[in-house]
């Protein structure tokens, strides 16, 4: 059908070659001109900004496909990381075959936990993959002495400890790993399907929301640095054209063919505002690429600039197999020891404290309302099961959610669900085709570096923005904001350059506050927490009231009783049935729990703060 202004055509037949129906001119039409897409449903709330793609709209296909692709791209560093980092703990170290089965595992167990999530969990846009938040437990495991790497001479040195050959080196670490794992993400599982976190969530305001968000970003720093300065030169080139195509260029409407009604057309879309990220990586790689065949970078290890080589990698392309379905027990039956779950159990706490956060910034992304608490305990819930997942297919890690892919939707201003549930099929695909994941892993980590730069900052700027509900001019709440958030960058700091600073005497109890204290999310929001809510102040003045009626209209306060909060955070195909009943009123992951029955009385007295 013909779009109702700009001259253009449906947005679906020039991506997918079918025309749209309904209002989709509108739509489209609006997606032209740069505005938000009018909806057939009243907005979820009101914009700071229009969003090309709000996160119940459903973008076309071959548009999904390319952004889903950009997130799996955002995703990949932190992902195949994880694997990087275990290797040699696990004594395979010299081995890229089992580098490479680690990896594509991580991408097939992120796949799923991702669309576990998207649909069932929070339903919000959240990627999920490995998280570092387990890595400090399982390296405390696997230095323990039953469990250290046996000493090499020169020629096992010269080929690795590990290899495909010698399974019984690398594997029971990983059994070990695994059982720790599945033990204590039943722990996660847990706390989310009994609703422990909802008492919570009612004690949570700006002010402890604000900097667990800002330090999620603040955190993460010292990575990028890291990464960029392999070449500051084409990390500072990345910098700059996420700059250029998401701000500068953001309105320019490129004109692209497209087909429909039978004839071809020109269609204008924002392709800067969608895929600055993707387009960013995809240039700085390419000239990568090109100084690397005309041998500019240098090629000995060491010499700055070698980073930015492509060819750093092309070993776990050879090794990668062409197609290989991970499966659970892949490694063999998974083993239990005490000290290693309760090590895991740190894991697991640590990275459903920082998921909670990652919610919130998410939904505020998205254009969503904040997510009530049985959408933050089915999150939780699904986190757990995304955990249990990828310690069964026995990646040595856990899942959680991934804060650039979060900050990556501020940027592109594309907060749809869909785009993130393809992104979920993407990793799967990844993870099966051993050799095209693996082609990926010859990007940069200075072009990963500068994208880190580009978009970690996003997070930081959405947790201070959150402040905007409380009075900032009362100094309890600057008082409460500065100190938390000062606390959380500088304790973990100086636990980091004394990591034997906590000796209670029990190891299980350092190993608990050594993990938990070296996490700046968890301290700034911990401290923001208990500050908020025993420092006298009012409802008004800690921002209480307008966080909670921030796109909720229950009239008796109850989390996720507003329309928009239940059209959104809705299960999908049994939403209307679960309303017909009354019993899952009382299951803290059903959309109806705490709701009162139509035509029951409202309590006199209540507010939002009780």
Same mark, same amino acid.
């Given at each position: 059908?013909?779009?109702?202004?700009?001259?253009?055509?449906?947005?679906?037949? =020039?991506?997918?070659? +079918?025309?749209?129906?309904?209002?989709?001119?509108?739509?489209? /039409?609006?997606?032209?001109?740069?505005?938000?897409?009018?909806?057939? +449903?009243?907005?979820?709330?009101?914009?700071?900004?229009?969003?090309?793609?709000?996160?119940?709209?459903?973008?076309?296909?071959?548009?999904?496909?390319?952004?889903?692709? #950009?997130?799996?791209?955002?995703?990949? !560093?932190?992902?195949?990381?994880?694997?990087?980092?275990?290797?040699?703990?696990?004594?395979?170290?010299?081995?890229?075959?089992?580098?490479?089965?680690?990896?594509?595992?991580?991408?097939? =167990?992120?796949?799923?936990?991702?669309?576990?999530?998207?649909?069932?969990?929070?339903?919000?846009?959240?990627?999920?993959?490995?998280?570092?938040?387990?890595?400090?437990?399982?390296?405390?495991?696997?230095?323990?002495?039953?469990?250290?790497? *046996?000493?090499?001479?020169?020629?096992?040195?010269?080929?690795?400890?590990?290899?495909?050959?010698? *399974?019984?080196?690398?594997?029971?670490?990983?059994?070990?790993?695994?059982?720790?794992?599945?033990?204590?993400?039943?722990?996660?599982?847990?706390?989310?399907?009994?609703?422990?976190? !909802?008492? =919570?969530?009612?004690?949570?305001?700006?002010?402890?929301?604000? @900097?667990?968000?800002?330090?999620?970003?603040?955190?993460?720093?010292?990575?990028?640095?890291?990464?960029?300065?392999?070449?500051?030169?084409? /990390?500072?080139?990345?910098?700059?054209?996420?700059?250029?195509?998401? #701000?500068?260029?953001?309105?320019?409407?490129?004109?692209?063919?497209?087909?429909?009604?039978?004839?071809?057309?020109?269609?204008?879309?924002?392709?800067?505002?969608?895929?600055?990220?993707?387009?960013?990586?995809?240039?700085?790689?390419?000239?990568?690429?090109?100084?690397?065949?005309?041998?500019?970078?240098?090629?000995?290890?060491?010499?700055?600039?070698?980073? $930015?080589?492509?060819?750093?990698?092309?070993?776990?392309?050879?090794?990668? @197999?062409?197609?290989?379905? @991970?499966?659970?027990? #892949?490694? !063999?039956?998974?083993?239990?020891?005490?000290?290693?779950?309760?090590?895991?159990?740190?894991?697991?706490?640590?990275?459903?404290?920082?998921?909670?956060?990652?919610? /919130?910034?998410?939904?505020?992304?998205?254009?969503?309302?904040?997510?009530?608490?049985?959408?933050?305990?089915?999150?939780?819930?699904?986190?757990?099961?995304?955990?249990?997942? $990828?310690?069964?297919?026995?990646?040595?890690?856990?899942?959680?959610?991934?804060?650039?892919?979060? $900050?990556?939707?501020?940027?592109?201003?594309?907060?749809?669900?869909?785009?993130?549930?393809?992104?979920?099929?993407?990793?799967?695909?990844?993870?099966?085709?051993?050799?095209?994941? %693996?082609?990926?892993?010859?990007?940069?980590?200075?072009?990963? !570096?500068?994208?880190?730069?580009?978009?970690?900052?996003?997070?930081?700027?959405?947790?201070?923005?959150?402040?905007?509900?409380?009075?900032?001019?009362?100094?309890?709440?600057?008082?409460?904001?500065?100190?938390?958030?000062?606390?959380?960058?500088?304790?973990?700091?100086?636990?980091?350059?004394?990591?034997?600073?906590?000796?209670?005497?029990?190891?299980?109890?350092?190993?608990?506050?050594?993990?938990?204290?070296?996490?700046?999310?968890?301290?700034?929001?911990?401290?923001?927490?208990?500050?908020?809510?025993?420092?006298?102040?009012?409802? +008004? +003045?800690?921002?209480?009231? =307008?966080?909670?009626?921030?796109?909720?209209?229950?009239?008796?306060?109850?989390?996720?009783?507003?329309?928009?909060?239940?059209?959104?955070?809705?299960?999908?195909?049994?939403?209307?049935?679960?309303?017909?009943?009354?019993?899952?009123?009382?299951?803290?992951?059903? *959309?109806?729990?705490? #709701?009162?029955?139509?035509?029951?009385?409202?309590?006199?007295?209540?507010?939002?703060? %009780?």
């Amino acid at each position: 059908m013909e779009a109702s202004g700009g001259g253009g055509c449906s947005e679906n037949a =020039a991506f997918s070659g +079918e025309g749209g129906d309904g209002d989709d001119g509108g739509k489209e /039409a609006a997606i032209v001109a740069g505005e938000r897409p009018p909806s057939d +449903e009243a907005p979820v709330e009101k914009r700071e900004e229009a969003l090309l793609y709000g996160l119940e709209d459903r973008p076309p296909i071959l548009l999904c496909i390319i952004l889903g692709f #950009q997130h799996y791209l955002l995703a990949f !560093g932190g992902i195949i990381a994880i694997p990087l980092i275990l290797a040699e703990p696990l004594c395979a170290g010299g081995d890229d075959l089992v580098k490479g089965l680690l990896i594509n595992t991580m991408f097939f =167990a992120s796949g799923l936990a991702t669309l576990l999530q998207t649909t069932l969990g929070t339903r919000l846009p959240i990627l999920q993959g490995g998280s570092l938040s387990f890595v400090a437990p399982a390296f405390a495991i696997l230095a323990l002495p039953e469990w250290q790497c *046996p000493a090499l001479n020169g020629t096992e040195a010269a080929h690795g400890a590990a290899r495909p050959s010698e *399974p019984e080196v690398w594997q029971p670490r990983m059994r070990e790993l695994q059982g720790a794992i599945m033990v204590a993400s039943l722990f996660q599982v847990a706390l989310g399907l009994t609703g422990a976190m !909802g008492p =919570a969530l009612r004690l949570i305001g700006p002010l402890s929301i604000a @900097p667990t968000i800002t330090l999620i970003g603040l955190s993460l720093f010292g990575e990028a640095g890291r990464k960029s300065g392999g070449h500051w030169g084409i /990390a500072c080139l990345t910098v700059a054209l996420i700059v250029l195509f998401s #701000q500068y260029l953001r309105d320019v409407a490129v004109p692209m063919p497209g087909f429909a009604g039978g004839r071809c057309r020109v269609v204008r879309y924002p392709v800067f505002k969608m895929f600055s990220v993707l387009l960013a990586m995809c240039i700085s790689w390419l000239l990568c690429y090109i100084l690397t065949l005309t041998d500019a970078l240098p090629a000995e290890p060491g010499v700055p600039g070698h980073l $930015a080589r492509t060819d750093l990698h092309l070993q776990a392309i050879q090794h990668a @197999p062409w197609f290989r379905v @991970p499966y659970p027990g #892949q490694w !063999g039956a998974p083993t239990l020891g005490a000290a290693s779950v309760l090590g895991m159990l740190c894991g697991v706490l640590a990275s459903a404290l920082e998921s909670v956060g990652d919610y /919130a910034a998410c939904a505020r992304l998205a254009g969503a309302p904040p997510p009530p608490a049985h959408a933050v305990s089915r999150g939780l819930a699904a986190e757990g099961l995304g955990c249990l997942l $990828a310690g069964a297919l026995g990646t040595g890690n856990g899942t959680t959610s991934f804060s650039q892919n979060i $900050a990556a939707l501020g940027i592109t201003r594309v907060g749809s669900r869909l785009v993130l549930q393809v992104s979920g099929v993407i990793l799967v695909l990844m993870g099966i085709f051993g050799k095209c994941g %693996a082609v990926f892993i010859t990007i940069p980590e200075p072009i990963i !570096g500068g994208m880190f730069l580009g978009t970690f900052g996003m997070i930081a700027a959405v947790g201070i923005s959150t402040l905007q509900y409380a009075d900032m001019n009362s100094s309890r709440n600057v008082f409460i904001v500065g100190l938390s958030i000062f606390s959380g960058l500088a304790i973990p700091a100086w636990l980091k350059e004394n990591p034997g600073a906590i000796n209670t005497g029990v190891a299980p109890i350092d190993q608990t506050l050594t993990v938990l204290c070296t996490m700046s999310m968890f301290v700034g929001g911990f401290l923001g927490f208990v500050l908020d809510n025993t420092v006298p102040g009012t409802v +008004e +003045e800690r921002g209480l009231l =307008a966080w909670r009626s921030h796109g909720q209209s229950d009239p008796d306060g109850a989390q996720g009783g507003g329309d928009a909060a239940t059209r959104v955070y809705d299960l999908p195909l049994i939403a209307s049935l679960l309303r017909k009943w009354t019993w899952p009123r009382r299951v803290p992951v059903c *959309p109806t729990f705490g #709701q009162r029955p139509a035509g029951a009385p409202i309590a006199v007295g209540m507010n939002c703060a %009780a």
